[in-house]
């Protein structure tokens, strides 16, 4: 397999990984737009793919400042989500914390309904 190929793949798994993390959590729905992975609870969103190596996850600006701080090999805060409640998760990063992130998320949409 060439190298280019094993990192997709890897990335590949990781997703499914997460896919089954978020379809786990109560009321969490999985759909597709324009072939990348979103995670919903009750259509607010939770987690989606950017592309095949990073999510963008729902969190508290707080909580965001905090796991950027902490993780900054795993979460990122490009310039276009600054004002957002958003983080950048690299899925080649911290499994832990990028779950932990995708809970947080969970929670926050669980509270806002």
Sequence with gaps: MEPGNLACDTAVVV?????????????????QSQGRLQWRYQGRL???????????????????DEIVRRFPATFSVPA?????????????????????????????QRRAG
């Design 15 to 31: 997703v499914e990984e997460v896919d089954r993390l978020a379809t786990e959590l109560e009321g969490v729905r999985r759909s």
């Design 80 to 108: 276009r989500f600054t004002k957002h409640m958003m983080v950048v998760a690299d899925l080649a990063g911290d499994d832990g914390a990028i779950e932990d992130a995708l809970v947080a998320a969970w929670r926050l």
């Design 46 to 64: 939770v987690a989606r793919q950017l592309d095949e190596e990073h999510l963008v996850i729902r969190a508290d600006f707080d909580y965001r």
